[in-house]
């Protein structure tokens, strides 16, 4: 971690979450016990102030798109939404086993209206169904702005240090705007001096319990070697089901946890709009 301690030079990180993790690490770690909080930054702070999209603008997430997937297949249901190739007919009236795909195709959509696929009035149709939805939202979907890059908002002084870039939706068509600028990119597997048992690997348990004693155990092995706990992080792909058993666990343990998830989409006004939508 030396590029974010140059005084010339920001940390742009996939995610909000990582980017305060970083910060934190480096103020303990690092040969400085202050540091600019400015200079870690997320990716979508970084691609706001290259499409010069302003703070307070909405921005779609992944349960915007889910509510949008569930809205367009809906449309497909009642044949008002016209899609042949990617949706067969005969599943026109059962388009859910399809929710997935529609949802992590849509911030891309933008992209792929303009391919010569035979899917491209597909596509077309997607893109125009999804820009209605989010306008009606008053979202914004990133991926579609970075088609409308304004250089000027950033700081052609400073250095921009991309951090983890292939964990970034959306990173690949900005990537071309920046080769000629100051940006660096330091993927994540140069990082993987930092593990202690060399690569990193995928492991399977026999069941939920099984993992759970696991991720336990490991927890308590690094507290015990002296990692504060601030630098642990656990992402849990289904919380609901996750979190009591594992609060539960690390209580018995004495483990502490400080748990932190997103805000309900409901809880926006553009979350509302979804919801009546729907109604």
């Not at 908002?153 to 071309?176: C, N, S």
């Amino acid at each position: 971690m030396l590029y974010p301690f140059s005084p010339d030079a920001i940390a742009v990180f996939p995610t909000e979450v990582s980017a305060r993790f970083w910060r934190d690490w480096s103020a303990r770690n690092g040969p400085r016990r202050a540091v600019r909080t400015d200079r870690f930054i997320s990716w979508d702070t970084f691609a706001d102030r290259m499409t010069g999209l302003s703070e307070d603008v909405r921005r779609a997430d992944g349960m915007t798109r889910f509510a949008s997937a569930h809205m367009i297949l809906e449309g497909v249901k009642k044949n008002t939404v016209p899609l042949s190739r990617l949706i067969p007919p005969e599943h026109h009236q059962s388009p859910g086993r399809f929710h997935r795909l529609i949802a992590a195709m849509l911030p891309s959509l933008r992209q792929l209206s303009m391919c010569t696929s035979p899917l491209k009035d597909d596509f077309k149709t997607l893109y125009g169904q999804y820009r209605e939805i989010l306008e009606a939202a008053g979202c914004r979907e990133i991926s579609f702005s970075q088609y409308d890059i304004t250089r000027e908002a950033l700081d052609e002084a400073m250095r921009y240090v991309i951090f983890f870039p292939e964990l970034i939706t959306g990173y690949d068509h900005l990537m071309e705007h920046l080769k000629s600028s100051t940006a660096e990119f330091v993927p994540a597997r140069k990082f993987a001096s930092l593990q202690e048992e060399g690569e990193s690997s995928l492991l399977l348990y026999e069941n939920s319990t099984v993992e759970l004693h696991a991720l336990a155990d490991w927890m308590e092995k690094l507290l015990g070697s002296g990692v504060h706990p601030s630098e642990i992080c656990i992402t849990l792909g289904d919380y609901d089901s996750w979190e009591e058993p594992l609060k539960e666990e690390c209580s018995l343990r004495g483990i502490p946890l400080s748990f932190r998830r997103g805000i309900s989409l409901g809880s926006h006004p553009a979350g509302r709009v979804f919801q009546d939508l729907l109604a």
